[in-house]
């Protein structure tokens, strides 16, 4: 069973993004204050859970969460920032959205800015260490994996409702047959050689 929190009685937010490795689509960052008694057997890092487990656990989480929200940096704003940068931009816009404040924040990972003078912590692995991490990881995946099914319909072609805009074979295969779409990260290397704007 994962400790709730590194912190207990200051309303603490785990955060995590999911998406960063994708070749296309949004990154999607989740922020989450849980009840300092919350439990549940099942809740741990979303890469160990099957799809099914993290979306039986998202509506639990978001039912009896103190606070939750979702942050997301689109693909163009990615290509003009670069991942780390928008990865930790998208947890900003999810402590942003959070309707209690959060009195400490604890980030899956090493590397975060400051946010406003909230004091915060990075962890590695830490959404297999603490609950609130593991809450957020769930949830910025399964808000993410929502998005890419619904952008799937419109590039069907890419296979997103499977690969999730991950560089799978069949995924670069697609970009090398059809090229690649508005939703692709163009400043990440799509094919070998790299695809251009140009």
Known sequence: MLPTC?????NEAGTDEAGRGCL???????????PDDFTHPLLNDSKQLTERQREALRPVIEAEAVAWAVGVVTAAEIDKINILRASILAMHRALDALK?????IIVD????????EVPSMTFVKGDGRFANIAAASILAKTHRDQYMRELHERY????????????TKAHRAAIEAYGPSP????????????????
Request: hydrophobic share 40%.
């Open 109 to 116: 990972g090493n590397r975060f800015s400051p946010y406003g």
């Open 24 to 34: 296309a689509g949004a990154v999607y960052a989740a922020a989450v204050i849980l």
């Open 6 to 10: 590194h912190t207990a009685g200051v």
């Open 156 to 167: 069907p072609i890419y296979g997103w409702d499977v690969n999730k805009g991950y560089p």
């Open 183 to 198: 939703e692709h990260r163009m400043s990440f290397r799509l094919l070998n050689p790299q695809l251009t704007l140009f």
């Open 100 to 104: 209690v404040r959060p009195g400490a």
